[in-house]
């Protein structure tokens, strides 16, 4: 095997040369710089990985903590992630919490171990928040809260439900419907704390259906990795409410809905309007063309990837004291695209 001793014989020079070439540290003369290239090339040299990165503390690998990529949000952002770090120099990571045994255990003890840079963490998690903040190493929260100082980020949601809202009143909606997980883990900490940022899009929903008088109610689809529990839902949702003529729902339980609404031969957008809240692939395979709040999963993605470059740089941006209601550091906008699955305004 061809080692740096081979190359600083071939170049001409010294074994610390050749190391302040590979790692690209310290001041080499651009002649020195190329007759070691050179030489590295001639011999085929390929530099130890693992001891450059001990050198330089850093793996360039980056650990990103999803609930399950079978589910179409979790699936786009993770894709999005990974070509995000990529075009800064890394390399991902993947962990599905639902999927594996140990959970996000395993990546952290990783973490700890100096066996990647980071963490961007975007599942729920049972760790209270000294857990997190205890790490010492760089972490970012993707739409949850894990702790003091760890930066986190995640889609303006109450500005989505309130969309929601302006969408269905102005059609003069009488009875809508919500589609969701575990209400539980809208209040997760002690007293009526949550990790789970997300509750501000229901929270705002119901706010605005409150205030107008219009009758809603929310139907629990099971955990997030639960796909055939949305198609459960919303088969519940038709022999329970026989007034209901708006339902909301991720883009799985809205595709689920429109097709129930057919077989039950439900008008849609006349007799029932749904609204999907993600805007993945899944909004235009419903055989009619959802309504959605569409998630910016473009914007997110470099958002995330450049806190955690400032995470690893110790570039600390944000205010980080983000409270247990669920306020984020940063918030990143959300839209309406108008499908066929509601009125037109």
């Known amino acids: ?34 007759r070691v290239e050179k030489a590295m090339k001639a011999l085929d040299y390929i530099p130890n990985e693992l001891a450059r990165n001990l050198y330089h503390d850093r793996t360039n690998i980056i650990g990103v903590i999803v609930p399950t990529i079978r589910h179409p949000f979790f699936a786009t952002l993770a894709a999005l992630l990974q070509q995000e770090l990529a075009n800064k120099g890394f390399r991902t990571m993947l962990c599905s919490t639902t999927d594996s045994l140990n959970g996000e255990a395993e990546y952290v003890d990783m973490l700890r171990r100096h066996m990647m840079d980071g963490i961007i963490m975007a599942a729920h998690t049972a760790h209270a928040p ?16 894990l702790g003091a100082g760890i930066p986190s980020l995640g889609s303006d949601h109450e500005q989505g439900g309130n969309l929601v809202a302006d969408l269905l009143i102005r059609s003069g909606i009488r009875h809508v419907v919500m589609v969701s997980g575990p209400r539980s883990q809208f209040h997760d900490l002690e007293g009526e704390g949550t990790t789970f940022p997300t509750i501000r899009y229901y929270a705002a929903l119901e706010e605005r259906m409150e205030r107008e008088g219009v009758k809603y109610d929310y139907i629990e689809a099971g955990e997030v990795n639960d796909m055939r529990g949305y198609a459960h839902a919303m088969h519940d949702i038709f022999d329970r409410f026989d007034d209901v003529d708006a339902v909301v729902s991720s883009d799985i339980g809205a595709a689920y809905c429109v097709q129930e609404a057919n077989r039950r031969g439900i008008s849609v957008p006349d007799e029932l309007q749904v609204v999907a809240y993600d805007g993945t692939y899944l909004a235009d395979t419903a055989g009619k063309r959802l309504t959605a709040i569409c998630q910016d999963f473009n914007a997110i993605a470099e958002l995330t990837v450049r806190r955690m470059v400032e995470a690893m740089e110790g570039k600390q941006t944000t205010s980080m004291q983000m409270s247990h209601t669920g306020e984020l550091d940063d918030l990143v906008p959300v839209r309406l695209m108008l499908g066929e699955t509601t009125k037109q305004q």
């Open 1 to 34: 095997m061809v080692g740096m001793r081979d190359v600083a014989k071939k170049a001409g020079v010294s074994v610390s040369t050749v190391s302040l070439v590979v790692n690209g540290t310290g001041y080499v003369s651009e002649d020195m710089r190329k």
């Open 130 to 145: 000294d857990y997190w903040s205890s790490i010492g190493r760089p972490v970012v929260a993707f739409d949850r809260y």
